[in-house]
């Protein structure tokens, strides 16, 4: 039998083997995490004429290979003095890369200042003797990309704050179901324990016909966010402490007391908690399980001027926050707030008495930039960031601004 032929090829050329040259994502990764126009055209621009010297950072390696353990934040960080600015790295591999949301270990990457442009390789230059051909030949290979594939940043980071954090309206607050006895009289309840829970006051009963809000997310002490600007209420931050599962909806029965008349009695629909991270008790409430979100982000300057400022430390009393916490700002989706956009973290400056001065004038000194913030889950006014680069520490009030 004939052997099958392949056209022989030229290596990759100009940006088109770059950092990102495993970079890939599922077609189920793909429809969850477009790309968008300006990103697709800042590639574009990149993947014809390179990025500017100026833009490398400068201490950027002649080489390196991406490893388990890195993330796209990191690796564009690596070349780029902005590692939000993704889509220039992209640009270098548009060719090979079609959804930029996943890196993949095993590649090495070098880099090619030639003609005043920086260029990203998966193969060292040739020192102008021409680039060298490449015979394909037939080979399999079976991976699981599943298990190979990098997140956008470290997710073991945020992941808890995907469920913990429970923002909810004063209305959606005073509609949530709410439990009202516990089996056995208990006063604490944990997994494994089964309890009792009615709808609010005028709300539909707790049914479950369509098996659409089986499972429920419990949480307490909701917290007002307001803006530090305005007073606005933002929203009410609820304190998650587990899940439970619908066992059997809320009903009305009719039946007969001791004089033989009849009645309509209320039967609480019945729970079991499934998991708890702290205990909980009569009173807390409930909302429906929202649907899971994929642990993907990716990092990229808003394409809207943004003026926020940070509300609340989560889950935190401490009066700074710190690299790697996370805060809740007053911007959400009503604003154009979306995930996976940076946001340079001001500190304001101090205001001061100009004592060289005989006629004492007061100054106030320039704001400073003191780090940078993720956002990675939206809400329609009010968003959780994470903290991603910290000089020293963040605290309720400071001022956020498109990165420069």
Known sequence: MAKPSFQTVPALTTLAAVAFGLLTVSAVHAQNFPITPQQRATAAQVAQSGVALSELKADAPQSYTVKPGDTLWGISGVFLKSPWRWPELWGMNMADIKNPHLIYPGQTLYLDTSNGRARLRTQKADDGAGLPTIRLSPRTRIESLANNALPTLKTHLIEPFLSEPVVVDEQGLNAAPRIV??????????????????????????????????????????????????????????????????????????????DGRTRMDIVPATIDIVSAKEEMRVGDRLLPEPPQQLLSYVPRAPQIAVDARIVSVYGSAVVNAAQNQVVAINRGERDGIESGQVLAILTDGLRLIDKTDASRPEMKLPNERNGLLMVFRTFEKVSYGLILEITSGVKVGDRLVNPQ
Do not use: C, H, W
């Open 181 to 258: 006895a516990a089996q056995d009289s208990r006063v604490l309840l944990t997994r494994g324990d089964r309890a009792y829970a009615r709808a609010a006051a005028g709300e539909q009963l707790l049914d479950d016909p369509s098996q659409k809000k089986k499972d429920f997310r419990v949480f307490r002490n909701a917290t007002p966010l307001k803006d530090p600007l305005s007073g606005e209420i933002l929203g009410y931050e609820a304190q998650y402490v587990g899940k439970a599962v619908l066992s059997a909806s809320e009903s009305m029965q009719e039946s007969t007391d001791k």
